[in-house]
């Protein structure tokens, strides 16, 4: 059961608290941390007009895409930690390669390649959300990252690749704790400001219910690692790291949902 009082600062975590301790402290502080986001609070009572939302829609979509990689030929977060994982001879980064490979296989079962864009079941199910708020398949398509979109993609494929292994496991644990999080407050906006059906939200719901799965494994890795204080440290590094970049992705994202004068 997580805590629900965490320690006050991250340092005195690292220090005092070890294996399912530091797990459960570590998955209470991200909870707690995307809750206290302004940018969360503006998602949850916004009331953008439709364009707006579908722009809010398509830059979240690309980081989503990102995972695995959404033009062929791009390795995708999954594919840079796979191969950063692969260079280790800790033999506790075994397990979480083995993870991830599995992970990957998931993604891109039963996917195609059209036009150098990889179809994955995912993208489907995007593809069918954004025809419910009234965007083509092509529209979609021709969707280009903005700056905030590009910067977040670029900085965590950096330290997916080039961090140390556990930093890199820092990295997942927060997409594992946050995006249910953060999904959970998009589909209610989605739901309090459009007519879409609970059938068009299903890559966002099944987004939810992965993430929550993947968290459960992970928390069993991360609990044979997090005794010593450099291990610690290291996964403490990826977490705050990657919550920040998700931080000013949305910092730069939420413009579409403010409200205008």
Do not use: C
């Amino acid at each position: 059961m997580l805590m629900t009082k965490p320690v006050a600062k991250p340092e005195e975590a690292v220090e005092q608290l070890i294996g399912e301790q530091f797990t459960e402290w570590l998955m209470e502080y991200i909870f707690l941390k995307i809750h206290d986001e302004p940018e969360m609070s503006l998602i949850k009572t916004a009331k953008p007009k439709i364009e707006k939302l579908r722009k809010f829609l398509l830059q979240l979509f690309l980081t989503d895409e990102a995972f695995v990689g959404g033009a062929e030929g791009d390795p995708g977060f999954l594919r840079f930690a796979i191969a950063n994982l692969s260079e280790s001879n800790d033999p506790q980064a075994e397990g979480a390669l083995n993870i991830l490979e599995k992970r990957r296989q998931e993604e891109l079962l039963g996917h195609k390649v059209e036009k150098g864009i990889i179809w994955t079941r995912s993208r489907e199910l995007w593809i069918k959300l954004f025809k419910a708020l009234g965007l083509t398949p092509e529209e979609v398509n021709r969707t280009e990252s903005k700056e905030w979109t590009r910067n977040y993609i670029s900085e965590i494929s950096d330290l997916l690749s080039n961090a140390d292994w556990q930093v890199a496991a820092g990295v997942f644990t927060v997409f594992e704790r946050a995006i249910p999080e953060e999904y959970k407050a998009v589909i209610n906006l989605l739901r309090n400001n459009s007519q879409i059906s609970d059938q068009d939200l299903e890559v966002l719901t099944k987004r939810v219910n992965m993430y929550d799965q993947y968290a459960k494994e992970s928390m069993h890795i991360l609990e044979k690692i997090v005794f010593d204080p450099q291990s610690k440290q290291l996964i403490w590094e990826g977490v705050s790291k990657h919550l920040e970049a998700r931080r000013e992705f949305y910092s730069g994202n939420i413009k579409y949902l403010e409200a205008t004068t």
